[in-house]
């Protein structure tokens, strides 16, 4: 009966929203914002929200559905960019406070009312969801639920910490809003989030039956609320903060820590009063540096996904060649995201192991074996590379030697399809190096992915002297179509993230080397920030890879190769692989350090370690690496993990100031040498661009406007480069 909707009126129609009325007097409540690929609750959807309202009740429906009417999702959020335009606290908190009226508004229609959701439902648009009497959600791996706020530094803000416990539960609702997780239709059923899962032929169905016989809302039950009891909720606030702590200090990421004491608190306070204090609670963390500095990193990360806009060719079919454990994930990663990928290799085995480790990586990323099947069957082994002929990306991802990769590399360029793209994974190889040997090497450029390929989101677009932007922007379509962030960056030994990282890994190494023990070493590194230290990073990697790329980055003999790494090289400890590096490992477990450093880290340890990286920094600012700061910024977060809410090195810099950073690098060259001689970009490093946030005064927080250095794929010389 209801699978077509017959509309026989449109009571409301402005330029985001539309309210028709159907045959059964349903009105459909409708969101296409203009001029956007996605729906996004900025200030004037908002508004235009708020003003449809009184229509809609006058229309005087037997219920409303609200929906989308993009394919992409039902609503993706708030605009994040309204953020960063916060500038006190007063500001946010009237801001945000304009939209709680709205919103009740949705909760108190004296009707029953629907959220359909097909796709992404998220952020502010969980929350208008929340304020629906149900929620119906499309059975599709694309439909995802959450409220990732605190992985911008906020936690929801338009009544989703109130809403949210009174469904589903009180510990339910803090693990969402606590991890930012985002939950599929089945999962958000399971624990009550929305009422129905059904495919798309029985969605207008299923809302128009929920309208008709109006069943009682779901509320959490009686045991979800165990928690929420006034003996036991202090108890469990301890715990979650205690747990917190360990993963996310409070003076680095307070918005979880927020949310906990809004929830310990209101064992005090009336239900009416939870919203202000919602809204008092984000909109001091809003004009914070940790905010500030996640939400331009977000930014920056959807500038990236930007890139390969406007690409020559929209790849479907990935060939690599080299099932080695970097080439096999890589195939394993692009199939699971949709591509056919065919995988070629002189060994069998190899490629055998890879459809091993894929099967492995396929049941940890879904419980669904039907997605498994499919993903399994797009990745096809190709010992002869019939697959080169076929594919948009030819990928090379062998050892690095220049001349295996260049003599592989010139036989599969004559394979190639018209339109189709030739590239590399090398890590530290330069691009102009390896196209020696082609004919075209225009259409070659550098895919770098960095180890583990399933959780790392960053991908070097390594650009060549030859390159085409075409090929530019057909490599970064490429890897935001497989769901990661592209960066191009200029061809030169390391590139930039390796480059960045080795003087910091040297200097870690070098650290134990005088006596203090790996576990000092790395304390002091997470202490700063780092998700990991650098000698455990050094053992992931491998101890011979560490070498091998150090070895390429040091021709010049500027960063001398710890011996020490070498040493143990030779005595095959190579890292976690077999089993003894820096530390051991049992069974992929890390053990206590098996060098025979002991001492506690110097008094400048840990200055030592991030002098040597923010210097590298400065030089590849002004080798032109990047095209500019913000993308220099947002790169080394995403493919370092440095420490996010620091908002990358040089803003890091420029919080803690140039002249103190050059001070700082001066006198640690008198006491330890040539290697911390500040560069010469130190000099003609302008900051007064970067955006600061001084925490001493909230109410009085002040932004500078933020523009970026001009620049075009690095083929220019920078002022100030030596």
């Known amino acids: 009966m209801y699978s077509q909707i017959y509309l026989t009126k449109t009571p409301y129609q402005g330029q985001h929203w539309r309210v028709d009325m159907d045959e059964n007097n349903i009105a459909w409540v409708t969101i296409d914002v203009k001029g956007s690929s996605a729906n996004i ?89 929340l304020c629906c009497d149900y929620r119906v959600a499309e059975d599709l791996p694309s439909t995802k639920l959450g409220l990732p706020e605190v992985k911008l530094g906020i936690h929801p803000g338009f009544g989703g910490t109130v809403r949210l416990p009174r469904l589903v539960g009180e510990l339910t609702a803090l693990d969402l809003i606590l991890t930012g997780k985002s939950l599929d239709a089945n999962r958000a059923k399971k624990i009550g989030l929305v009422d129905w899962v059904v495919p798309a032929r029985h969605l207008n169905r299923t809302v128009a039956t929920l309208i008709e016989k109006h069943p009682t809302p779901r509320k959490a039950r009686s045991l979800q609320w165990l928690a929420a009891a006034p003996f036991i ?99 394993a990663w692009c199939a699971f995201n949709g591509m056919t990928v065919s995988l070629q290799d002189t060994n069998e085995t190899m490629i055998a192991n890879t459809l091993q480790r894929a099967l492995k ?86 895919i770098h992915f960095f180890n583990p390929v399933s959780r790392m989101p960053l991908v070097e677009i390594v650009v060549g002297r030859d390159t085409s932007q075409d090929t530019v922007k057909a490599g970064c379509n490429f890897t935001t179509a497989i769901r990661r962030s592209p960066l191009p960056v200029k061809s030169g030994p390391g590139f930039l993230i390796n480059r960045i990282l080795m003087p910091y890994l040297f200097e870690g190494i070098k650290l134990v080397a005088e006596g203090s023990s790996p576990e000092a070493v790395d304390r002091a590194a997470k202490e700063f920030g780092m998700p990991m230290g650098p000698i455990t990073l050094v053992d992931v990697v ?48 890390q053990g ?23 210097n590298e920094t400065i ?45 700082k690098l001066e006198k640690l060259k008198q006491t330890h040498g040539e290697r911390f001689t500040p560069h010469p970009g130190w000099k003609n490093l302008d900051l007064s661009t970067v955006n600061i946030v001084e925490e001493k005064d909230h109410e009085k927080t002040d932004f500078r406007h933020n523009t970026t250095m001009a620049g075009k794929y690095f083929m220019r010389p920078v002022q100030g480069a030596h």
């Open 41 to 129: 609750l900025s200030g004037d959807v908002l508004q235009e929200l708020g003003a449809l309202l009184p229509s809609l009740v006058a229309a005087d429906p037997a219920g409303a559905v609200f929906r989308s009417g993009k394919k992409s999702g039902f609503i993706a959020g708030a605009d994040v960019k309204e953020f960063t335009q916060f500038t006190t606290v007063a500001q946010a908190r009237d801001r945000i406070r304009a939209v709680r009226p709205i919103f009740m508004g949705i909760e108190e229609l004296d009707f029953p009312t629907v959220a359909q959701i097909s796709g992404f439902c998220l952020g502010g648009g969980l929350e208008l969801a």
């Open 233 to 331: 909720r202090s108890t469990v606030a301890y715990f979650l903060k205690k747990k917190l702590e360990k993963k996310a200090p409070k003076a680095q990421y307070p918005a979880p820590y927020a949310v906990i004491d809004m929830w310990q608190d209101r064992e005090f306070i009336e239900p009416w009063e939870q919203y202000d204090q919602e809204i008092d609670s984000i909109a001091k963390l809003f004009v914070g540096a940790t905010a500030q500095n996640l939400i331009r990193l977000f930014l920056q990360g959807e500038r990236m996904k930007d890139l390969g806009k406007g690409a020559m060719i929209k790849p479907q079919r990935l060939h690599v060649v080299g099932a080695g454990v970097m080439g096999g994930d890589i195939a």
């Open 361 to 446: 990586l396929f049941k940890i990323k879904t419980r669904d074996p039907h997605i498994i099947q499919a993903a399994m069957d797009r990745l096809i082994p190709d010992m002869s590379g019939y697959g080169v002929a076929k594919a948009d990306v030819v990928l090379e991802a062998i050892f690095e030697n220049l001349e295996a990769k260049q003599k592989l590399l010139a036989t599969m360029e004559a394979k190639l399809k018209p339109g189709a793209i030739l590239a590399t994974n090398t890590s530290s190889i330069r691009l102009e190096d390896i196209a020696k040997s082609l004919e075209n090497p225009d259409r070659f450029v550098g």
């Open 542 to 589: 491998g101890l011979d890879i560490c070498l091998s790329v150090a070895k390429i980055l040091d021709t010049s003999g500027k960063h001398i190769v710890p011996p020490l790494l070498q040493t143990l090289v030779d005595q095959k400890h190579l890292g976690k692989k077999t089993g003894q590096g820096f530390y051991r490992y049992d069974r992929g477990k």
């Open 592 to 614: 206590s350090s098996q060098t025979k450093a002991r001492g506690k880290l110097p008094a400048d340890g840990s200055e030592r370690m991030f002098a040597a990286l923010l």
């Open 619 to 663: 030089a590849c600012l002004s080798d032109w690496v990047v095209e500019d700061m913000d993308l220099l910024d947002a790169g080394v977060v995403f493919g370092t993990g440095f420490a996010p809410f620091r908002g990358g090195p040089i803003h890091y810099i420029a919080q803690e100031g140039k002249d103190a950073w050059i001070a």
